[in-house]
């Protein structure tokens, strides 16, 4: 086996754009782990939307990570062993410069999904997430302080022609700072500073005891560049954006079942 340990993003990744994930992925996932391999998923997603989905990947144990790298937790149980978030006064922070820009925003305390706006763009991410926003028309940032809310990731919606400007201006920013991100193009998300999906390739090589050129990544998103450059194989899908395949091997796209190729031809080769 050429890689004991493969970690895949999710949405974009294994996840086609019907919101199914094909039979051959979950075979070839099945097949790896059943030789011996190591299977994980490394999402942006919260643990409340990405631990149901597991199951349809047939993964029931293990370990699963969220929120970029913040969260990592027991599949079986749901037990945290990374936990990290935002300070109040850095939240507090990054919530007012949102506000004060008129922004879409969705805050993440835990299991909830604190959002400011109830609109389509708001309907189609809780029909894919399966996740239901919390809304108030009181600001965030209020609700923050009255509920003492501790906040693990935020992000902005907006459309994909609006993108790159709600990224430029996160990043002019927060950028020193915070660490920003993009994970589809209609999302920037904005995590603390070091939380990003290279921290998972670390916790699981020393979790498992894998060494990192033993691991294998794979993604399609600009916050799955982290991921992918720190494990020793580097993979993206078809439909991955450029920066991501500039410098990984290229496999089928996500409709194409790019994972279990790339499990099949590099990691139990």
Known sequence: MNYELFIS????????????????????????????????????RMLASIRPRLKD????????????????????????LKDDAFTREQALEVLCFMEENDLHVHAYAGERMLVN???ALLEAYETMCRV??????????????????????????????????????LLKRFGETYYVTCSSEYLVEIMPKGQLKAAAVAFLSNYYKVPVEKIAAIGDQKNDIPLV?????????ANAVKELKEFATVVPSVEEDGVAYAIEKYAME
């Open 9 to 44: 993003d999710f949405d974009g990744t294994l996840v086609r754009a019907d919101g199914t994930i094909s039979g051959r992925n979950i075979e070839a996932i099945a097949a790896y782990r059943e030789a011996g391999g190591i299977f994980a998923v490394c999402t942006g």
């Open 57 to 80: 990947l047939g993964l029931d144990d293990g370990i699963v990570i969220a929120f970029q790298g913040a969260q990592v937790a027991d599949i079986a149980t749901g037990k945290l």
């Open 117 to 119: 706006r109830q609109n």
């Open 132 to 169: 239901k926003g919390d809304f108030s028309d009181m600001p965030l940032s209020e609700r923050v302080v009255q509920e003492n809310l501790r906040i693990v990731k935020m992000l902005v919606m907006c459309s994909a022609d609006e993108q790159p400007k709600v990224e430029e201006l």
């Open 229 to 237: 450059a720190s494990a020793g194989g580097k993979f993206a899908v």
